[in-house]
Each structure stands twice: as structure tokens, then as C-alpha cells.
């Protein structure tokens, strides 16, 4: 089957949208699916749940677990590059990637906002936020995640997609210039 044919209209949290040809984004509901996973072709998934949402044959995929809140308090910029690695790793090998959050509009949208500016060279939020809603118009980040995204924007380092390391600006919970370990 054609993927176009397996990604429904992703209006609601119980369904998957396709983004790019290797990155989709839904709710948790989606991720407890195996077989519909495996039909999608997904490869590899990033819960940003607090608790994980996986089916109980998640042993098949390779599994990123962020525990990331939806509020004010919560650093969405510390998980950034780590996604964007495990992405990349994924994609590199033929992967698919779906990341998910509880019901697929603010964490998961706001790391799959930040995967588009790396990997399309956007550097406006907003631009990005509208590439996604076309895939899944009921992304909509917390206005906090939101100002995290538009500080990263400004203040992210030029990379290149070729590039085998990422780093990202610590947060005061970790030590200086650390470099992420790839996935």
C-alpha cells in the first residue's frame, strides 16, 4: 500500500500524519498500533509523553523517550538536537520516525517545527509551524514552547545536514558544551 493511502486526515489525535517521507507525527493512540506502524513503515519513534504510550510490542521499534510536560516549565529546546540526531540516524538507514506526544498538537509538533528549520533551512517558527499544519492542521505549540522555539531559531549555531555531531546550548541542568552522544 501507498503511504498517501495509509495516513488518514490527521485532524484528530487518534491519527497519523505524514510530514515528510521519513518523519510523521500523531497522538499517543497511534503508537500503541503496531500494525498500523508497521504498515506506515515506522522504523523508529519519539514519545515526548511523560509516560510511555507504546504498544506492548514496541521491542520492534527503536524508541527515544523524552518525558516532556506540556507546560511553562518545561524545556523543549534541551530535547532539539537529540531528536534531530535520532531523526537523522533514522533516515540515514532507511527509516521511518513517528513522533508523538499525548494528542500530537504541542511537544511532538514543537520538536517535529524544530526538525523542519534544521532540515529545510527555514528560520521562521511561524513558516515552519505552517509546513506541518499542512500535514496536521491541529498542531498548535504552547506559546512557551513556542518562545523557546523562536529564542533557538535566533541563537542556533549554522550547521551542516552532513554534519556527524550536533550540540546544543546547555541548559543550567547539565554540564557546558556537551556533546550529545549519536543514538
Not at 506492548?56 to 537529540?82: A, E, P, T
Not at 540515514?92 to 523542519?116: D, E, F, P, Q, T
Request: charged share 20%; proline share 3%.
Amino acid at each position: 500500500k501507498d503511504d498517501e493511502e495509509l495516513v488518514t486526515n490527521s485532524r484528530a489525535s487518534n491519527e497519523v500524519a505524514m510530514v515528510l517521507p521519513h518523519l510523521y507525527i500523531s497522538g499517543a493512540s497511534p503508537a500503541q498500533d503496531t500494525s498500523r506502524l508497521l504498515e506506515l513503515g515506522i522504523t523508529h519513534i519519539v514519545n515526548c509523553c511523560v509516560h510511555r504510550a507504546q504498544s506492548s510490542d514496541s521491542s520492534r521499534f527503536h524508541v527515544l523517550d523524552l518525558k516532556l510536560n506540556d507546560s511553562c516549565s518545561s524545556d523543549v529546546v534541551m530535547y532539539i538536537y537529540m531528536t534531530i540526531d535520532f531523526v537523522e540516524t533514522a533516515r540515514r538507514s532507511g527509516g521511518k520516525v513517528l513522533i508523538h506526544c499525548l494528542k500530537g498538537i504541542s511537544r511532538s509538533a514543537s520538536l517535529v517545527i524544530s526538525y523542519l528549520m534544521w532540515n529545510k533551512n527555514i528560520s521562521d517558527v511561524r513558516e515552519a509551524l505552517s509546513v506541518l499544519q499542512i500535514a496536521r492542521p491541529s498542531c498548535n505549540p504552547n506559546a512557551d514552547f513556542l518562545v523557546q522555539l523562536r529564542h533557538w531559531a535566533r541563537h542556533r549555531p549554522s550547521m551542516s545536514k552532513n554534519s556527524t555531531y550536533l550540540y546544543r546550548i546547555a541548559s543550567c541542568r547539565t554540564r557546558r558544551g556537551m556533546v550529545l552522544p549519536s543514538i
